[in-house]
């Protein structure tokens, strides 16, 4: 039950393998437990402020959007032009420009 406390990813992992946990791996394990904190707390808010809790929640959404938005337009606007390719020219073989079939 120790194991299961501090390694909460243990229950995924190949139960031959009691290894300790690398530090990606206790980091992966602290995103999944707030992950969840987060789920439960924000279905608590649901349930005791549904209005101002999808309020801030529209708010927030929208507004990540719109920075997203203004992010790729100030991007686009402050980028100067790519150079012009120069056409590239077909190499000729012979006077005339073509290999004669079978010719090496």
Not at 73 to 87: D, K, N, R, Y
Request: proline share 10%.
């Amino acid at each position: 039950m120790y194991h299961l406390i501090i390694h909460p990813l243990i229950l995924f992992r190949n139960p031959s393998s009691f290894a300790p946990m690398t530090k990606d791996q206790v980091f992966g394990a602290v995103i999944l437990a707030a992950s969840i904190v987060g789920i439960a707390v924000y279905a608590w808010l649901l349930y005791a402020l549904p209005m101002i809790t999808l309020q801030v929640t529209a708010f927030i959404v929208i507004g990540a959007v719109l920075i997203i938005v203004a992010w790729i337009g100030w991007v686009m606007a402050t980028t100067p032009p790519p150079a012009p390719l120069e056409p590239e020219l077909a190499p000729t073989t012979g006077s005339s420009g073509t290999k004669a079939e079978g010719a090496e």
